[in-house]
């Protein structure tokens, strides 16, 4: 339930960072956005200088960085159940 949760999270900010805010690399949105998927966009920006291609960073950056997001729900999720708090 974390995982989905944290995840439809984060891509609703990186919607909102990268869409209404000035674009990709054209507002203040996209620093705020590179902010909050640390440590993915950095693999994303080294992928993209081995095989450069516009654009990639930023939706390896999206796609990397919703897949962490999910994975530190799922370990949330996790620590919580096993910590006994079963109402979750």
């Known amino acids: 339930m974390f995982s989905i949760l ?3 999270s984060y891509l609703i900010a990186a919607f909102c ?3 209404p805010f000035g674009g990709a690399g054209h507002g203040w949105g ?3 956005f590179m902010d909050i998927s640390l440590p993915a966009i950095l693999v994303a920006i080294i992928v993209d200088g081995i ?3 516009h654009d990639l960073t930023v939706w390896l950056g999206v796609l990397g960085g919703s897949a962490q997001y999910a994975l530190v729900g799922y370990l949330l999720g996790c620590l919580l159940r096993s910590r006994g708090d079963r109402s979750l």
């Open 6 to 8: 944290f995840a439809v």
């Open 17 to 19: 960072l990268l869409g």
């Open 30 to 32: 996209i620093g705020v």
């Open 51 to 53: 095989y450069p291609h």
